[in-house]
DNA sequence: CACGGATCCTGATGGC
DNA sequence: TGCCATCAGGATCCGT
């Protein structure tokens, strides 16, 4: 369910309080998507370095190796000096000098890996084949009209994937594709320089707009803090189908593609 | 090799 | 403590 303003407001959330923090124990749950891939006992007195984002991976840097956390379609973490028992879907603790990080994932897509180093394959499994980040520098018009050149499938769909821009989840693909007029079934391969160009601001805009208000698009989504975001940030189409559209009144429709809700305003995005 | 479908898992919701 | 189908913010794997 995260996306990338999610995670990162999640990031921004608890990367200070926890930085410096030596790792103490840690209590697994219920496995997540991948196994861990070390013997738990060698983080115990590493201390935690930095947090970082890339996508929607958070990155924690130890002093010997990282761990990639990924919170799936359900996960969130909380961090804090004073945290209860382990509930029932808190299936990865790190109980720090700082205060516990703690990922809770209903559906366990969500994941914790260990990796010697960025390099190693163990990272590069997971993140070798994301694109550019759309909020950095590297996110420039002439390198994702190329991208986009070579690819038939729809828009949606190649936004979606992660390997040409990362952090476009479901909900900002909509959201991002109507900022920009685009009708997300058209084909990526079809769209001239000046719709690219749209989409590039789209997606920017839309994303950072998102890290300001906190991440407020998500109904039921908190940082690790436990704060919601503001609910500023109102969906133009994202759920909802049969509403008139904010723009011109036509009701948004919803069709799915590969199996995901897609939700558009059949008047403002053309095809 | 790009594409599209199946798949992992649990919970919420709504119809009957 | 009703049962069943559908849907949910992700991303990998696999057959074509």
Redesign the pocket.
């Known amino acids: 369910?995260?996306?990338l303003p999610?995670v990162e407001v999640t990031r921004r959330s608890f990367a200070d309080r926890i930085a410096g923090a030596r790792i103490a124990s840690l209590e697994l749950g219920?496995p997540l998507?991948w196994p861990l891939g070390c013997d738990p006992a060698s983080l115990v007195g590493q201390r935690v370095l930095a947090v970082r984002r890339r996508?929607?991976?958070l990155l924690l840097d130890l002093e010997h190796g990282l761990l990639l956390l990924?919170?799936?379609?359900?996960g969130s973490v909380m961090f804090s000096a004073h945290l209860g028992p382990a509930g029932?879907?808190d299936h990865f603790s790190l109980h720090t000098s700082q205060g516990v990080l703690r990922l809770n994932d209903?559906?366990?897509?969500g994941a914790v890996v260990f990796a010697p180093n960025e390099h190693s394959p163990q990272a590069q499994?997971?993140l070798g084949?994301l694109g550019v980040e759309p909020l950095g520098e590297d996110f420039v018009l002439d390198g994702f009209v190329r991208a986009l050149k070579?690819?038939?499938?729809?828009i949606k769909?190649?936004l979606?994937?992660?390997?040409t821009v990362?952090g476009?989840?479901?909900?900002y693909?909509s959201e991002a594709l109507f900022l920009a007029g685009i009708r997300p079934t058209t084909?990526?391969?079809r769209l001239s320089r000046a719709r690219v160009a749209r989409l590039h601001d789209a997606i920017r805009s839309v994303l950072a707009r998102a890290v300001e208000q906190g991440?407020s698009?998500?109904?039921?989504?908190s940082n690790a803090q436990g704060e919601s975001g503001h609910f500023q940030l109102e969906a133009a189409v994202?759920?909802r189908a049969g509403l008139p559209c904010r723009v011109c009144s036509t009701l948004v429709r919803?069709i799915?593609?590969?199996?995901?809700?897609t939700f558009f305003c059949p008047a403002c995005q053309k095809p």
């Open positions: 369910m995260p996306e999610e219920k998507r996508g929607k991976y990924h919170l799936g379609m359900s029932k879907h209903p559906r366990r897509f499994k997971l084949k070579q690819r038939k499938a729809p769909q190649v979606l994937s992660g390997d990362v476009v989840g479901n909900i693909a084909r990526a391969v991440g698009t998500l109904r039921d989504f994202y759920g919803t799915r593609q590969g199996q995901r809700s």
